[in-house]
Protein backbone atom coordinates (compact mmCIF):
# COMPACT_ATOMS: atom_id res chain seq x y z
CA UNK A 1 0.00 0.00 0.00
CA UNK A 2 1.04 3.19 -1.09
CA UNK A 3 0.50 6.22 1.31
CA UNK A 4 0.49 10.08 0.10
CA UNK A 5 -0.34 13.18 1.74
CA UNK A 6 -2.83 14.09 -0.96
CA UNK A 7 -4.67 12.55 -3.70
CA UNK A 8 -6.62 14.19 -6.68
CA UNK A 9 -8.04 12.65 -9.34
CA UNK A 10 -8.58 14.20 -12.42
CA UNK A 11 -6.14 16.22 -14.66
CA UNK A 12 -8.35 19.25 -15.69
CA UNK A 13 -9.30 21.76 -13.03
CA UNK A 14 -8.19 19.02 -9.99
CA UNK A 15 -4.83 19.20 -11.62
CA UNK A 16 -4.35 23.34 -11.15
CA UNK A 17 -4.84 22.68 -7.15
CA UNK A 18 -1.22 21.31 -7.32
CA UNK A 19 1.10 24.28 -7.28
CA UNK A 20 4.27 25.13 -5.32
CA UNK A 21 2.40 25.93 -1.80
CA UNK A 22 2.41 21.90 -2.39
CA UNK A 23 6.41 21.48 -2.98
CA UNK A 24 6.51 19.78 0.34
CA UNK A 25 3.89 17.06 0.19
CA UNK A 26 4.08 13.86 -1.74
CA UNK A 27 1.08 13.87 -4.25
CA UNK A 28 -0.39 11.42 -6.67
CA UNK A 29 -2.02 12.97 -9.83
CA UNK A 30 -4.46 10.37 -11.29
CA UNK A 31 -5.57 11.04 -14.75
CA UNK A 32 -7.65 8.92 -17.02
CA UNK A 33 -4.76 8.03 -19.27
CA UNK A 34 -6.77 10.07 -22.62
CA UNK A 35 -5.28 13.16 -23.53
CA UNK A 36 -3.91 14.92 -21.00
CA UNK A 37 -5.71 18.39 -19.34
CA UNK A 38 -9.06 17.42 -18.73
CA UNK A 39 -11.96 17.86 -21.09
CA UNK A 40 -12.55 21.98 -21.52
CA UNK A 41 -8.86 21.68 -23.24
CA UNK A 42 -9.07 18.58 -25.20
CA UNK A 43 -12.96 17.66 -26.02
CA UNK A 44 -14.96 20.76 -25.17
CA UNK A 45 -14.36 24.12 -24.89
CA UNK A 46 -11.19 25.31 -26.41
CA UNK A 47 -11.12 23.20 -29.47
CA UNK A 48 -15.15 23.84 -29.73
CA UNK A 49 -14.70 27.28 -29.50
CA UNK A 50 -11.96 27.30 -32.16
CA UNK A 51 -14.56 25.63 -34.41
CA UNK A 52 -16.87 28.18 -34.17
CA UNK A 53 -14.61 31.04 -34.73
CA UNK A 54 -14.03 29.80 -38.33
CA UNK A 55 -17.70 28.92 -38.55
CA UNK A 56 -19.03 32.51 -37.61
CA UNK A 57 -16.70 33.75 -40.89
CA UNK A 58 -18.82 30.92 -42.90
CA UNK A 59 -21.53 32.75 -42.21
CA UNK A 60 -20.58 36.08 -42.08
CA UNK A 61 -21.55 36.88 -46.16
CA UNK A 62 -25.46 36.49 -45.18
CA UNK A 63 -24.85 38.92 -42.93
CA UNK A 64 -23.16 41.53 -45.03
CA UNK A 65 -25.60 41.35 -47.77
CA UNK A 66 -28.21 42.99 -45.34
CA UNK A 67 -26.46 45.96 -45.67
CA UNK A 68 -25.13 45.79 -49.43
CA UNK A 69 -21.65 44.09 -49.14
CA UNK A 70 -21.67 41.53 -51.24
CA UNK A 71 -18.97 38.72 -50.02
CA UNK A 72 -17.38 36.15 -52.25
CA UNK A 73 -19.06 32.88 -51.28
CA UNK A 74 -17.42 31.66 -48.22
CA UNK A 75 -15.47 28.31 -47.72
CA UNK A 76 -13.20 26.04 -45.68
CA UNK A 77 -10.83 23.26 -45.97
CA UNK A 78 -12.09 20.85 -42.35
CA UNK A 79 -8.97 19.21 -42.77
CA UNK A 80 -6.90 22.41 -42.65
CA UNK A 81 -9.27 24.22 -39.76
CA UNK A 82 -8.83 21.06 -37.45
CA UNK A 83 -5.09 20.36 -37.61
CA UNK A 84 -4.83 24.24 -36.69
CA UNK A 85 -7.11 23.34 -34.07
CA UNK A 86 -5.10 20.54 -32.55
CA UNK A 87 -1.83 21.21 -33.62
CA UNK A 88 -1.93 23.85 -31.13
CA UNK A 89 -3.92 21.91 -28.03
CA UNK A 90 -2.14 18.72 -28.43
CA UNK A 91 1.37 20.29 -27.78
CA UNK A 92 -0.25 22.02 -24.69
CA UNK A 93 -1.30 18.65 -23.52
CA UNK A 94 1.35 16.54 -24.03
CA UNK A 95 3.62 19.83 -22.44
CA UNK A 96 1.65 19.56 -19.46
CA UNK A 97 1.93 15.82 -19.21
CA UNK A 98 5.38 16.13 -19.69
CA UNK A 99 5.71 18.73 -17.30
CA UNK A 100 3.68 16.91 -14.59
CA UNK A 101 5.69 13.76 -14.90
CA UNK A 102 8.27 15.63 -14.15
CA UNK A 103 7.48 16.96 -10.70
CA UNK A 104 9.73 15.77 -8.12
CA UNK A 105 6.97 15.54 -5.21
CA UNK A 106 4.14 14.51 -7.98
CA UNK A 107 3.56 10.70 -8.83
CA UNK A 108 1.07 10.60 -12.41
CA UNK A 109 -0.75 7.77 -12.74
CA UNK A 110 -2.53 7.62 -16.24
CA UNK A 111 -5.43 5.54 -14.46
CA UNK A 112 -8.18 7.17 -12.33
CA UNK A 113 -8.44 4.01 -10.43
CA UNK A 114 -11.68 2.77 -8.05
CA UNK A 115 -11.86 3.27 -4.26
CA UNK A 116 -12.01 -0.21 -2.78
CA UNK A 117 -12.52 1.45 0.97
CA UNK A 118 -12.41 4.44 3.23
CA UNK A 119 -9.68 6.63 1.50
CA UNK A 120 -8.12 3.93 -0.38
CA UNK A 121 -7.88 3.04 -4.08
CA UNK A 122 -6.92 0.56 -6.46
CA UNK A 123 -4.94 1.97 -9.95
CA UNK A 124 -4.07 -0.81 -11.89
CA UNK A 125 -2.14 -3.26 -9.89
CA UNK A 126 -1.00 -0.84 -6.83
CA UNK A 127 -2.93 0.04 -3.94
CA UNK A 128 -2.88 3.60 -2.26
CA UNK A 129 -4.31 5.89 0.08
CA UNK A 130 -4.26 9.67 1.35
CA UNK A 131 -5.40 11.63 4.31
CA UNK A 132 -6.84 14.19 2.38
CA UNK A 133 -8.14 12.91 -1.41
CA UNK A 134 -9.78 15.34 -4.38
CA UNK A 135 -12.22 13.69 -6.45
CA UNK A 136 -12.24 15.90 -9.67
CA UNK A 137 -12.54 13.19 -11.91
CA UNK A 138 -15.31 15.33 -14.44
CA UNK A 139 -17.95 14.28 -16.52
CA UNK A 140 -18.36 11.97 -20.11
CA UNK A 141 -20.73 11.87 -22.97
CA UNK A 142 -24.33 9.99 -22.05
CA UNK A 143 -24.64 7.36 -24.64
CA UNK A 144 -28.90 6.73 -24.62
CA UNK A 145 -30.20 2.64 -24.75
CA UNK A 146 -31.55 3.73 -28.50
CA UNK A 147 -32.22 0.60 -30.43
CA UNK A 148 -29.12 0.37 -33.13
CA UNK A 149 -26.99 3.12 -31.81
CA UNK A 150 -24.41 0.46 -30.63
CA UNK A 151 -24.22 -0.75 -33.71
CA UNK A 152 -23.69 2.34 -35.35
CA UNK A 153 -20.73 3.04 -33.21
CA UNK A 154 -19.13 -0.28 -34.00
CA UNK A 155 -19.47 0.69 -37.45
CA UNK A 156 -18.00 3.98 -36.98
CA UNK A 157 -20.76 6.40 -38.11
CA UNK A 158 -21.44 7.65 -34.69
CA UNK A 159 -19.84 9.54 -32.77
CA UNK A 160 -19.76 11.76 -29.44
CA UNK A 161 -18.71 15.32 -28.76
CA UNK A 162 -15.40 13.60 -27.73
CA UNK A 163 -14.17 12.90 -30.93
CA UNK A 164 -16.55 14.07 -33.88
CA UNK A 165 -13.66 17.21 -33.84
CA UNK A 166 -11.31 14.58 -35.10
CA UNK A 167 -13.16 13.04 -38.27
CA UNK A 168 -11.15 13.11 -41.21
CA UNK A 169 -13.01 14.53 -43.64
CA UNK A 170 -15.99 16.81 -43.68
CA UNK A 171 -19.34 14.89 -43.49
CA UNK A 172 -21.86 15.86 -46.49
CA UNK A 173 -24.64 14.70 -44.46
CA UNK A 174 -24.74 14.95 -40.37
CA UNK A 175 -27.17 13.92 -37.97
CA UNK A 176 -27.35 15.66 -34.56
CA UNK A 177 -29.37 13.84 -31.83
CA UNK A 178 -29.98 16.45 -28.69
CA UNK A 179 -31.55 19.75 -28.73
CA UNK A 180 -28.92 21.33 -25.77
CA UNK A 181 -25.54 23.34 -26.48
CA UNK A 182 -23.38 20.84 -27.75
CA UNK A 183 -25.78 19.95 -30.33
CA UNK A 184 -26.31 23.51 -31.17
CA UNK A 185 -23.29 24.60 -31.19
CA UNK A 186 -22.18 21.65 -33.55
CA UNK A 187 -25.27 22.17 -35.63
CA UNK A 188 -23.89 25.58 -36.83
CA UNK A 189 -19.88 24.46 -37.08
CA UNK A 190 -21.04 21.66 -39.42
CA UNK A 191 -24.09 23.51 -41.36
CA UNK A 192 -21.53 26.75 -41.93
CA UNK A 193 -18.75 24.32 -43.51
CA UNK A 194 -21.22 22.95 -45.20
CA UNK A 195 -23.15 19.56 -43.76
CA UNK A 196 -26.72 19.18 -44.55
CA UNK A 197 -27.39 18.67 -40.89
CA UNK A 198 -30.41 16.99 -39.65
CA UNK A 199 -31.28 17.89 -35.61
CA UNK A 200 -33.84 15.27 -33.98
CA UNK A 201 -34.77 16.02 -30.32
CA UNK A 202 -38.11 15.19 -28.03
CA UNK A 203 -38.56 18.54 -27.06
CA UNK A 204 -40.76 20.79 -28.61
CA UNK A 205 -37.94 23.59 -28.95
CA UNK A 206 -34.20 24.03 -28.89
CA UNK A 207 -32.39 25.30 -25.70
CA UNK A 208 -35.04 24.04 -23.84
CA UNK A 209 -33.40 24.85 -21.01
CA UNK A 210 -33.21 28.65 -21.76
CA UNK A 211 -35.48 31.37 -21.38
CA UNK A 212 -38.65 30.68 -23.16
CA UNK A 213 -38.63 33.66 -25.12
CA UNK A 214 -34.92 33.33 -25.56
CA UNK A 215 -35.37 29.26 -26.81
CA UNK A 216 -38.24 30.08 -28.95
CA UNK A 217 -35.94 32.67 -30.83
CA UNK A 218 -33.59 30.41 -31.68
CA UNK A 219 -35.47 27.58 -32.76
CA UNK A 220 -37.07 30.14 -35.11
CA UNK A 221 -33.45 31.31 -35.90
CA UNK A 222 -32.19 27.27 -36.26
CA UNK A 223 -34.95 26.26 -38.20
CA UNK A 224 -34.05 28.48 -41.52
CA UNK A 225 -30.69 26.99 -41.61
CA UNK A 226 -30.68 22.83 -40.83
CA UNK A 227 -33.74 20.21 -40.81
CA UNK A 228 -35.29 20.25 -37.22
CA UNK A 229 -37.17 17.81 -36.34
CA UNK A 230 -38.50 18.44 -32.99
CA UNK A 231 -40.98 16.07 -30.66
CA UNK A 232 -39.90 12.94 -32.03
CA UNK A 233 -38.75 9.67 -30.55
CA UNK A 234 -36.17 7.60 -32.11
CA UNK A 235 -37.40 3.90 -33.01
CA UNK A 236 -34.57 2.18 -34.83
CA UNK A 237 -30.98 3.25 -35.94
CA UNK A 238 -29.70 1.45 -38.75
CA UNK A 239 -26.56 1.28 -40.64
CA UNK A 240 -25.75 -0.25 -44.41
CA UNK A 241 -23.53 0.24 -47.01
CA UNK A 242 -21.69 3.01 -44.52
CA UNK A 243 -25.49 5.24 -44.53
CA UNK A 244 -27.27 5.39 -40.93
CA UNK A 245 -30.77 5.89 -40.83
CA UNK A 246 -32.61 7.26 -37.98
CA UNK A 247 -36.45 5.76 -37.90
CA UNK A 248 -38.54 8.60 -35.75
CA UNK A 249 -41.91 8.49 -34.42
CA UNK A 250 -43.66 11.77 -34.55
CA UNK A 251 -46.62 12.60 -31.85
CA UNK A 252 -49.41 11.80 -33.65
CA UNK A 253 -47.91 8.45 -34.19
CA UNK A 254 -46.77 8.88 -37.78
CA UNK A 255 -43.35 7.68 -38.52
CA UNK A 256 -40.67 9.17 -40.75
CA UNK A 257 -36.93 8.76 -41.29
CA UNK A 258 -33.64 10.24 -42.09
CA UNK A 259 -30.47 9.34 -43.87
CA UNK A 260 -26.84 10.84 -42.87
CA UNK A 261 -23.15 9.93 -43.30
CA UNK A 262 -22.14 10.71 -39.69
CA UNK A 263 -24.51 11.00 -36.23
CA UNK A 264 -23.48 12.62 -33.46
CA UNK A 265 -24.98 12.07 -30.41
CA UNK A 266 -25.50 15.07 -27.90
CA UNK A 267 -27.61 14.01 -25.60
CA UNK A 268 -26.16 15.18 -22.60
CA UNK A 269 -23.67 14.30 -20.00
CA UNK A 270 -22.96 12.56 -17.08
CA UNK A 271 -20.65 12.60 -13.94
CA UNK A 272 -17.64 10.12 -13.31
CA UNK A 273 -18.38 9.44 -10.03
CA UNK A 274 -19.86 5.78 -10.41
CA UNK A 275 -16.32 4.95 -12.73
CA UNK A 276 -14.67 5.69 -9.25
CA UNK A 277 -17.16 3.51 -7.28
CA UNK A 278 -17.20 6.45 -4.75
CA UNK A 279 -19.56 4.85 -2.51
CA UNK A 280 -17.10 2.70 -1.62
CA UNK A 281 -15.15 5.32 0.10
CA UNK A 282 -18.47 6.28 1.72
CA UNK A 283 -18.98 9.30 -0.36
CA UNK A 284 -22.73 10.25 -0.99
CA UNK A 285 -23.85 10.62 -4.57
CA UNK A 286 -27.53 12.06 -5.09
CA UNK A 287 -30.19 10.95 -7.66
CA UNK A 288 -28.15 12.03 -10.34
CA UNK A 289 -24.95 10.69 -9.50
CA UNK A 290 -23.31 14.14 -9.11
CA UNK A 291 -20.93 13.73 -5.34
CA UNK A 292 -22.71 16.19 -3.16
CA UNK A 293 -20.30 18.59 -1.50
CA UNK A 294 -21.19 21.44 0.65
CA UNK A 295 -20.11 25.61 0.53
CA UNK A 296 -16.37 24.43 1.42
CA UNK A 297 -16.19 21.75 -1.19
CA UNK A 298 -16.46 19.33 1.27
CA UNK A 299 -18.04 15.58 0.91
CA UNK A 300 -19.62 13.53 3.39
CA UNK A 301 -16.42 12.01 4.41
CA UNK A 302 -13.88 14.12 6.16
CA UNK A 303 -10.82 14.55 4.37
CA UNK A 304 -12.28 14.28 1.12
CA UNK A 305 -13.27 16.73 -1.49
CA UNK A 306 -14.86 17.02 -4.84
CA UNK A 307 -15.13 19.74 -7.56
CA UNK A 308 -16.24 20.38 -11.24
CA UNK A 309 -18.33 17.92 -13.56
CA UNK A 310 -18.15 15.20 -11.06
CA UNK A 311 -20.22 17.33 -8.11
CA UNK A 312 -21.33 20.46 -10.11
CA UNK A 313 -24.45 20.31 -12.32
CA UNK A 314 -23.34 23.32 -13.77
CA UNK A 315 -20.89 21.29 -15.58
CA UNK A 316 -18.81 24.72 -16.50
CA UNK A 317 -15.00 25.44 -16.93
CA UNK A 318 -15.53 29.01 -14.91
CA UNK A 319 -17.19 27.12 -12.58
CA UNK A 320 -15.20 23.87 -11.92
CA UNK A 321 -11.70 26.88 -11.60
CA UNK A 322 -13.56 28.56 -9.00
CA UNK A 323 -14.47 25.34 -6.96
CA UNK A 324 -10.73 23.78 -7.46
CA UNK A 325 -9.49 27.57 -5.50
CA UNK A 326 -11.61 26.76 -2.85
CA UNK A 327 -10.64 23.47 -2.42
CA UNK A 328 -6.81 24.53 -2.58
CA UNK A 329 -7.06 26.85 -0.01
CA UNK A 330 -8.82 24.51 2.36
CA UNK A 331 -6.25 22.28 2.18
CA UNK A 332 -3.73 24.37 3.30
CA UNK A 333 -5.83 26.28 5.55
CA UNK A 334 -8.41 24.22 6.98
CA UNK A 335 -8.98 26.36 9.88
CA UNK A 336 -9.74 29.40 7.93
CA UNK A 337 -11.87 28.02 5.10
CA UNK A 338 -13.11 29.27 1.85
CA UNK A 339 -16.55 29.00 1.23
CA UNK A 340 -18.70 29.07 -2.52
CA UNK A 341 -20.57 32.34 -2.03
CA UNK A 342 -23.63 32.94 -3.97
CA UNK A 343 -22.79 34.45 -7.05
CA UNK A 344 -24.91 33.40 -10.25
CA UNK A 345 -23.42 31.68 -12.49
CA UNK A 346 -23.37 32.76 -15.55
CA UNK A 347 -23.21 30.67 -19.04
CA UNK A 348 -22.90 30.98 -23.03
CA UNK A 349 -23.91 29.31 -25.77
CA UNK A 350 -21.33 29.88 -29.04
CA UNK A 351 -24.24 28.57 -31.95
CA UNK A 352 -25.76 31.15 -34.31
CA UNK A 353 -26.92 33.02 -33.32
CA UNK A 354 -24.95 33.20 -29.58
CA UNK A 355 -27.05 32.52 -26.31
CA UNK A 356 -25.96 33.85 -23.00
CA UNK A 357 -27.85 33.87 -19.66
CA UNK A 358 -27.61 34.26 -15.92
CA UNK A 359 -29.97 33.81 -13.29
CA UNK A 360 -33.45 33.36 -13.28
CA UNK A 361 -35.82 32.69 -16.38
CA UNK A 362 -39.03 34.81 -16.48
CA UNK A 363 -40.70 31.58 -15.04
CA UNK A 364 -38.45 30.39 -12.55
CA UNK A 365 -38.58 33.73 -10.99
CA UNK A 366 -42.67 34.14 -11.07
CA UNK A 367 -42.74 30.36 -9.86
CA UNK A 368 -40.28 31.13 -7.19
CA UNK A 369 -43.02 33.78 -5.87
CA UNK A 370 -41.23 37.04 -6.96
CA UNK A 371 -43.09 40.02 -7.80
CA UNK A 372 -40.78 40.69 -10.95
CA UNK A 373 -40.79 43.25 -13.86
CA UNK A 374 -39.99 42.41 -17.22
CA UNK A 375 -38.04 44.43 -20.07
CA UNK A 376 -37.27 43.01 -23.53
CA UNK A 377 -35.16 45.13 -26.03
CA UNK A 378 -34.65 44.82 -29.63
CA UNK A 379 -31.26 44.56 -30.90
CA UNK A 380 -32.52 47.11 -33.65
CA UNK A 381 -33.77 49.46 -31.41
CA UNK A 382 -30.61 50.91 -30.75
CA UNK A 383 -28.57 53.13 -33.59
CA UNK A 384 -25.50 50.08 -33.80
CA UNK A 385 -28.39 47.28 -34.03
CA UNK A 386 -30.34 49.31 -36.72
CA UNK A 387 -27.01 50.12 -38.59
CA UNK A 388 -26.52 45.73 -38.75
CA UNK A 389 -30.53 45.70 -40.02
CA UNK A 390 -30.75 42.97 -37.07
CA UNK A 391 -33.39 41.17 -36.95
CA UNK A 392 -34.00 38.69 -34.66
CA UNK A 393 -31.62 39.51 -31.41
CA UNK A 394 -32.54 40.95 -28.39
CA UNK A 395 -32.12 41.71 -24.29
CA UNK A 396 -34.12 40.43 -21.89
CA UNK A 397 -33.81 41.37 -18.12
CA UNK A 398 -35.76 40.00 -15.21
CA UNK A 399 -35.86 42.78 -11.84
CA UNK A 400 -37.42 42.17 -8.17
CA UNK A 401 -39.98 44.93 -8.72
CA UNK A 402 -39.68 44.77 -4.72
CA UNK A 403 -35.55 45.39 -4.44
CA UNK A 404 -35.27 46.71 -7.81
CA UNK A 405 -32.60 44.46 -8.67
CA UNK A 406 -32.01 41.94 -11.53
CA UNK A 407 -32.67 38.36 -10.80
CA UNK A 408 -31.86 37.47 -14.41
CA UNK A 409 -30.72 38.66 -17.89
CA UNK A 410 -31.03 36.32 -20.97
CA UNK A 411 -29.35 37.63 -24.44
CA UNK A 412 -29.77 36.20 -28.18
CA UNK A 413 -27.38 37.62 -30.80
CA UNK A 414 -24.01 38.88 -32.07
CA UNK A 415 -21.72 38.91 -29.05
CA UNK A 416 -23.92 37.91 -26.50
CA UNK A 417 -21.17 36.40 -24.19
CA UNK A 418 -19.64 39.65 -24.08
CA UNK A 419 -22.97 41.95 -24.01
CA UNK A 420 -24.10 39.61 -20.95
CA UNK A 421 -21.02 40.69 -19.05
CA UNK A 422 -22.13 43.98 -17.24
CA UNK A 423 -25.09 42.30 -16.24
CA UNK A 424 -23.08 39.72 -14.40
CA UNK A 425 -21.51 42.31 -12.68
CA UNK A 426 -24.96 44.06 -11.70
CA UNK A 427 -25.77 40.76 -10.54
CA UNK A 428 -22.86 39.87 -8.40
CA UNK A 429 -22.59 43.03 -7.04
CA UNK A 430 -26.24 44.19 -6.09
CA UNK A 431 -26.42 46.91 -8.15
CA UNK A 432 -29.73 48.29 -8.49
CA UNK A 433 -30.85 47.99 -11.90
CA UNK A 434 -31.14 52.36 -11.41
CA UNK A 435 -27.38 52.29 -10.61
CA UNK A 436 -26.70 50.09 -13.04
CA UNK A 437 -28.60 52.01 -15.95
CA UNK A 438 -27.83 55.82 -14.78
CA UNK A 439 -24.36 55.66 -12.75
CA UNK A 440 -21.93 55.14 -15.29
CA UNK A 441 -21.83 56.73 -19.34
CA UNK A 442 -22.83 54.31 -22.37
CA UNK A 443 -20.57 55.06 -24.89
CA UNK A 444 -23.03 55.89 -28.18
CA UNK A 445 -23.06 54.11 -30.49
CA UNK A 446 -22.18 51.46 -29.48
CA UNK A 447 -24.20 47.64 -29.09
CA UNK A 448 -23.39 47.87 -25.26
CA UNK A 449 -26.85 50.83 -25.63
CA UNK A 450 -28.99 47.50 -26.12
CA UNK A 451 -28.02 46.39 -22.38
CA UNK A 452 -28.97 50.23 -21.17
CA UNK A 453 -32.41 50.35 -23.00
CA UNK A 454 -33.02 47.09 -21.43
CA UNK A 455 -32.13 48.62 -17.78
CA UNK A 456 -34.16 51.83 -18.31
CA UNK A 457 -36.92 49.67 -20.39
CA UNK A 458 -37.55 47.97 -16.83
CA UNK A 459 -39.12 51.70 -15.58
CA UNK A 460 -37.37 50.78 -11.90
CA UNK A 461 -36.23 54.93 -11.29
CA UNK A 462 -33.69 56.08 -13.77
CA UNK A 463 -32.11 58.84 -12.25
CA UNK A 464 -29.59 61.42 -13.56
Not at 45 to 54: A, N, Q, R
Not at 316 to 322: E, G, Q, R, S, T
Not at 384 to 405: H, I, L, P, Q
Request: charged share 20%.
Amino acid sequence: MRAFDLIVIGAGSGNSIIDERFAHQRVALLDNGRRFGGTCLNYGCIPTKMFVLPADYLTSPADAARVGVHLDAASADWAQVRDRIFGRIDPISDAGRDWRAESPNVTLFRETGRFIGPKTLRVGDEEMTAEKIVIAAGSRAVIPPLPGLSAAFEAGVAHTSDTIMRIGALPPRIIILGTGYIGSEFAHVFSAFGSSVTMIGRSARVLGREDEAIAERYTSVLAEAIDLRLERDITDISVADGVVTVTMRRRDGSVDAVESDLLLVATGRTPNGDTLDVQASGVATDAAGFVLVDDQQRTSVPGIWALGDVSSPWMLKHVANHEARIVAHNLLDPQHPARRDARPVPHAVFGHPQVASVGLTEREAREGGLDVVVAVQDYAGTAYGWAMEDRDSFVKVVADRRTGRLVGAHVIGPQASVLIQPLIQAMSFSLSVSEMARGQFWIHPALTEVVENALLGLGLGEGQ
